[in-house]
């Protein structure tokens, strides 16, 4: 998709179906009308909009949408209608009989959250991806318009088919507390942010990005909120092997749950249980939404990985809090926290 405009966008609800609730139908259309603004051809598959009780009970229909938009030609883009927690439910009907592998076309595919198990399943058949956004928090953001960091990455992938480069935002906004609609038009009040944060290691390194959600990750280890999930990660080999990770670079974000400094020890621990720490290249770690546990993260990311040399930049503007970059995912990128950019091949 590289150097190709984009035109046809298709959403799919792949975790929850929460964009076909009446009760939000506002914020829907507010993003339908950004996306007509850009000129996009905006279509929703066939179950994106049967709203949380059929998505949640249909993992097949969810399975069924995404092969569907990868095998229409005119489909340029995949753009993710939100995130969730059980997209793994997917698993079976994507990769029993190798569908997902067959049907997979060069599109560019966007999400970010539990959208991470399915930035895996692509991996695992060799798309490369774009990590960050998705269509309800960020084309529906309730402000006057979106969010102008988070607009100028959507914009230049739309533009282009992918990203340049990335540098920090100059600020950061807390996550609104209403959903409704007299929010419309409302703004966040902005505070200024610190940048990229080297924490150890060398300023610049390199390597193809892969990660995501670290809440997402530590289900695909732990049973705790289901049972299933870790049994049907392993049975398809969902996460990659320590070999995989070898040169890669890591990116790490928390989820709008706010996980404690004890639940972000233990991920980090499965983490480097699966041999990632000892793989990697470096690791770049999201700013938590509304910097909630920031200070302890930044010391479990050094405790827990002791690995001194191994360089960990904190404090990226991806993934839950607002403002959000969009990261390629499987293509070289040099990161120099001096700097304070990160660069992609094109």
């Known amino acids: 998709m590289r150097g190709r405009t984009i035109k046809n966008v298709a959403v799919v609800s792949l ?7 009446e009760s939000i139908r506002f914020e829907t259309e507010i993003g339908i009308r950004r996306l007509k603004e850009y000129g996009l051809n905006a279509r929703f598959m066939p179950h994106a909009l049967k709203g949380l009780e059929y998505v949640k009970a249909h993992p097949e229909k969810r399975a069924e949408d995404l092969l569907a938009a990868f095998r229409d030609p005119e ?8 995130g969730g927690d059980d997209t793994y ?8 009989h190798g569908e997902l592998a067959d049907a997979v076309t ?4 966007l999400g970010f959250s539990d959208t991470t198990i399915n930035h895996l399943m692509l991996h695992k058949v060799g798309l490369n991806t774009f990590y960050g956004q998705a ?27 992918g990203i340049r480069e990335i540098t920090p935002s100059d600020v950061w906004y807390e996550e609104r507390e209403r959903f409704t609609p007299d929010q419309v038009g409302t703004e966040l009040p902005p505070h200024p942010d610190r940048g990229f944060e080297l924490l150890q290691g060398a300023p610049v390194f390199s ?11 530590f289900d695909m280890f732990d049973g705790g909120r289901y049972a299933d999930m870790p049994v049907l990660c392993r049975k398809y080999r969902l996460f990659p092997e320590a070999e995989d990770w070898k040169g890669r670079i890591l990116l790490l974000e928390t989820s709008e749950e706010k996980p404690t400094p004890d639940q972000y020890r233990k991920a980090l621990e499965y983490l480097k249980a699966a041999g990632v720490f000892g793989a990697v290249s470096g690791v770049l770690a999201g700013k938590p939404m509304d910097e909630t546990y920031a200070e302890e993260y930044r010391q479990l990311l050094t405790q ?6 191994l360089p960990v930049v904190f404090n990226l503007n991806v993934g839950h809090a607002k403002p959000r970059c969009i990261i390629p995912f499987g293509v070289e990128a040099v990161v120099d926290a001096e700097k304070q950019v990160i660069r992609f091949a094109r």
């Open 106 to 109: 060069d599109k560019v595919f």
């Open 15 to 21: 975790s929850s179906g929460i964009i076909g609730e």
């Open 207 to 217: 390597g193809k990005i892969l990660g995501g959600c670290i809440d997402s990750m």
């Open 304 to 309: 827990v990985i002791d690995r001194p040399e």
């Open 75 to 82: 489909i340029d883009m995949i753009l993710c209608a939100i």
């Open 89 to 96: 439910r997917l698993l079976p009907y994507l990769f029993d």
């Open 135 to 161: 269509f309800l928090p960020d084309l529906c953001e309730l402000g006057p318009e979106m969010l102008p960091y988070t607009r100028r990455y959507f914009e230049e992938l739309l533009a282009t088919g």
